[in-house]
């Protein structure tokens, strides 16, 4: 790589560099951020990658323990490393304790196996079947302004408000059950994803590894969320075979049982594949929207006239009914801010997949197996894309859509990928945020709290390390 240009930090013995990502990681998450100097939070959350870049260049080299990682963020790299024509690069597979939380399953694998878990996902997630989820939604953000009647007048901390909706919508629409129902497989894997984070940049011998106390608690959180799952799944079948039932049911977790006892075996997923899927679509369905929700609520909170425009048109659209399928596709204002929200906050913000085989990208020869790590943030804030403003919340640079407000560059934003691993959840995720946004408008307004410190920082999805605190005004 070095001959064909490509720069970095020194290689260390068994580690890299992961020691000194490490530490720059700590030290950024030790200090919080002024909100005066505009919304660049790219230092914060990856500072590794800004400093590095500086100083040796766009596309560099960096190592994770003894694995090496083509750092890009050209675009044209990115696009064909993301659009993958001749699939030569291959998601990463989930390493170490990652495997622990998104398994070999539809996020994670390739090939025949893909093909299948993503019909199965894209059935789920098809424009009729979200018709029918959107009561379900109203329903689980109905059941949170409930809540937050005891908020009246006083601060509350939307994330945890968010997580709490976030789950309940997942659980109603995907699994059947509630967020109540669901905890205990919630609560577990946010333990895991605790673990998982922490052990990213820890980088220790195979052998060792294994009797690490975080290896034994991951290991035992597998266990327990898979038997959990099971039990989901053995409800569902009892029902059937005792014939109080005739189907398993017409949502995801339908789905995926009725996939596992199709007699067609290349339809068929087998049983591990059904337990992987859930607890995926637990975790992705769950903590990317929560993201969403808490930062364009933080950013209502301190751009009020902004607040206001979509408090209009939520009452216009609706006034003092509940959202409709038809009407949350007429919502322009609330969508500009969604999408001003996710380029400034992208809840998923790094990407990383890995060379099948000796490939050429770009100007490059890159060896199999080298590593490729992208993130969005770096075109989600460049100013020669965007303009000099591109730190600030400017929704209305997206009022003529998105390849205007890029200066013709659509593809450098993406908060929810490209290609064809893109996000598969991305209606579901919207229709939620635009409900559960217009049902708290009409209801509410809400001020930034002086208790409120600006700190993300990235663990797995964008999350605010203090919470978002604002002070609630019924209408
Ligand atoms: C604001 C919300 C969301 C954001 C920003 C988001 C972002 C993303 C991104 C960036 C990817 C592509 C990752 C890559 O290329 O490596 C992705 C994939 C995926 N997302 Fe989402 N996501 C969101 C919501 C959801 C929801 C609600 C679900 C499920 C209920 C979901 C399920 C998935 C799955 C299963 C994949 C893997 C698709 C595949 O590889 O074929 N996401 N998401």
């Not at 808490?294 to 425009?309: F, K, M, N």
């Not at 992208?346 to 890159?366: D, I, Q, T, Y």
Request: proline share 4%.
């Amino acid at each position: 790589m070095a001959s064909q240009g490509i720069r970095g930090p020194s290689y260390r013995f068994i580690q890299g560099n992961a020691k000194e990502m490490w530490n720059m990681k700590k030290e950024a998450m030790s200090k919080p951020m002024s909100l005066s100097q505009g919304h660049n939070i790219f230092h914060k959350l990856q500072p590794n990658q800004e400093y590095w870049a500086k100083i040796y260049g766009k596309n560099y080299l960096q190592w994770l323990g003894t694995q090496p990682q083509l750092v890009i963020t050209e675009l044209e790299l990115i696009k064909e490393v993301l659009n993958n024509k001749d699939r030569v690069y291959l998601k990463s597979g989930a390493q170490r304790f990652v495997k622990k939380l998104f398994g070999d399953g539809l996020a994670v694998t390739e090939g025949e196996k893909w093909d299948k878990l993503r019909k199965l996902a894209n059935h789920f997630f098809h424009a009729e079947n979200l018709k029918g989820m959107v009561p379900a939604m109203m329903s689980s953000v109905e059941m949170m302004l409930e809540r937050w009647k005891n908020y009246e007048g006083k601060e509350i901390e939307v994330f945890e408000e968010f997580r709490v909706l976030t789950s309940d919508v997942i659980s109603k629409t995907a699994f059947g059950s509630s967020y109540l129902e669901g905890k205990k497989i919630f609560d577990m894997l946010r333990r895991l994803t605790f673990i998982v984070t922490m052990g990213f940049l820890k980088i220790k011998l195979p052998i060792i590894s294994k009797f690490t106390k975080d290896e034994i608690e991951s290991d035992m959180l597998d266990r327990e969320i898979s038997n959990s799952i099971m039990e989901m799944v053995k409800k569902r079948e009892d029902k059937v075979t005792s014939g109080d039932e005739d189907n398993y049911g017409s949502d995801l977790l339908g789905g995926l049982i009725k996939a596992h006892h199709d007699a067609d075996e290349m339809k068929q997923i087998s049983m591990e594949d059904l337990i992987t899927e859930v607890r995926s679509f637990y975790f992705a369905g769950q903590e990317t929207t929560n993201s969403l929700l808490a930062w364009t609520v933080l950013l209502l909170a301190i751009h009020t006239d902004w607040q206001e425009e979509a408090r209009k048109e939520a009452v216009n659209l609706f006034g003092q009914h509940n959202p409709i399928a038809d009407g949350i596709a007429r919502l322009k204002v609330i969508s500009q801010i969604i999408n001003e929200s996710t380029r400034l906050y992208p809840p998923v913000v790094a990407f990383s997949r890995h060379a099948a085989k000796e490939v050429r990208l770009g100007n490059l020869n890159l060896p199999a197996k080298m590593e490729l790590v992208i993130s969005n943030l770096p075109l989600h804030l460049d100013p020669q894309i965007w303009g000099e403003d591109v730190y600030e919340f400017k929704p209305e640079r997206f009022s003529e859509g998105v390849v205007k407000a890029t200066n013709n560059n659509s593809a450098a934003y993406f908060p929810f990928g490209m290609g064809p691993r893109t996000c598969v959840g991305m209606n579901f995720a919207l229709t939620e945020a635009k409900i559960a946004l217009s049902m708290i408008l009409r209801r509410y307004s809400f001020t930034l709290s002086p208790a409120y410190v600006h700190s993300p920082y990235a663990f797995i999805t964008l999350q605010p390390q203090h919470g978002i605190q604002v002070v609630l005004q019924p209408l």
